[in-house]
């Protein structure tokens, strides 16, 4: 039963180092500018990982900056999912939410930063701006 425990470990083990393998490889290649092969790395690296916010988090990055907004809207928000309390998230999802007319969206993700910033951050200060450009 205990070489069984093991053989499991060292799998998850091994799959965890992949997961984290394909994401750093993926943020050079963001880095880059090389937006379609940061894609295929994050989509390998959240099939290892699906809890880590960070690889959905660029993934919805990359597809904006390929100008694919509808596809990082559903990755955006699959990374909320897993972590609401971050500005930056919030940021990008209120910014989508706002350039794919989606007013209500925008409004939540407004005021969810001003719950995580009660004195005011930079991510709010550039939401609210959106709104009045």
Known sequence: MRKYFFIFLFF??????????????ALSKYDLKDF???IQLLEKS????PKDSESWI???KSYVSIENKEVA??????AFTLKPESPELNLLLGELSHDL??????????????????????????LKKIKID
């Open 58 to 60: 660029l993934l919805g």
């Open 36 to 38: 379609k092969s940061s």
């Open 101 to 126: 007319n989606l007013n209500e969206k925008y409004q939540t993700y407004l005021e969810n930063l001003e719950i995580i910033c009660p004195s005011g951050c930079s991510e709010l200060s550039q």
């Open 73 to 78: 809207l559903k990755y955006l928000e699959t």
């Open 46 to 49: 959240i099939v290892f990982n």
């Open 12 to 25: 998850l083990i091994s799959n965890l180092a992949n997961a984290l393998n394909y994401y750093e490889d």
